[in-house]
């Protein structure tokens, strides 16, 4: 069945530190690919999608490209800060589904 | 826009004892979903709904476990019994249009259940 892997965490970074949180998927065709993030006590939020081969999606300074040949969909940003601490979770949604399936989800922690 | 609303935040039970959870979705989002998401865990999919009836119910424990959205419109996720591992939080979600469309999905604040 599909299924998503993330980098184990924590992970902990001063502030303005470069990050990279590693997805990786297991899928038959071509699923779309999110990146979700739950701050404490909160709800999970969408933080960017790309839906198909080659697709990068961005936003608030994150990045992520969709990466079919090593089924990969790592998150990056270039400078954290300390609001982004939070549990980033990377999903999949298969063709023609609704449901998400979600990887274990990575704790990111930023000191000022 | 308000967003997907749920009742209550939080809910500390006995084992074998039973809850009810509750879930507002968007107005005008036809599709709901229920997750559990157990403490170092991703989200699962326990139950998904498009308007009234069940999409997918197939990793819903259905001898403690049920759900219901009698109108299309709120929904109620109950267990009985619980058992100790329903500890989790309990996420609903909703979104646009129908079962296979291509809408994101808004997450409400979620549910944390504890069993003792």
């Known amino acids: 069945g599909d299924s998503v892997t993330q980098m184990e965490g924590p992970v902990t970074l001063s502030e303005e530190a470069f990050l990279t949180i590693n997805c990786t998927y297991t899928?038959?065709?071509?699923?779309?690919l999110f990146w979700y993030v739950q701050y404490p006590g909160e709800g999970l939020q969408l933080l960017l999608k790309?839906?198909?081969?080659?697709d990068k999606g961005s936003n608030k300074g994150f990045e992520a490209t969709y990466r079919k040949e090593t089924t990969s969909f790592h998150l990056e940003k270039g400078s954290v800060q300390v609001s982004d601490s939070a549990v980033y979770f990377c999903?999949?949604?298969?063709?023609?589904?609704?449901?998400?399936?979600f990887g274990q989800g990575t704790r990111l922690t930023i000191n000022p | 826009e308000a967003g997907v609303a749920q009742s209550p935040r939080y809910k500390i039970i006995e084992k074998r004892q039973s809850v009810a959870f509750w879930c507002n979705p968007i107005s005008g989002h036809a599709t709901l979903y229920w997750y559990q998401q157990i403490l170092g865990q991703g989200p699962k999919l326990l139950i998904q709904f498009q308007n009234n009836g069940v999409v997918d119910d197939s990793q819903l424990p259905k001898d403690r476990f049920s759900a219901e959205r009698l109108k299309g419109v709120d929904s109620t996720l109950k267990i009985q019994p619980a058992k100790l591992e329903d500890s989790a939080v309990y996420l609903c979600?909703?979104?646009?249009?129908?079962?296979?469309?291509?809408?994101?999905?808004?997450f409400g604040d979620g549910t944390r259940l504890s069993i003792l």
């Open positions: 999903a999949l949604r298969s063709p023609g589904a609704q449901k998400l399936v």
């Open positions: 790309a839906t198909k081969a080659d």
């Open positions: 899928a038959t065709g071509y699923p779309s």
């Open positions: 979600a909703s979104s646009l249009g129908g079962p296979y469309s291509n809408q994101p999905q808004h």
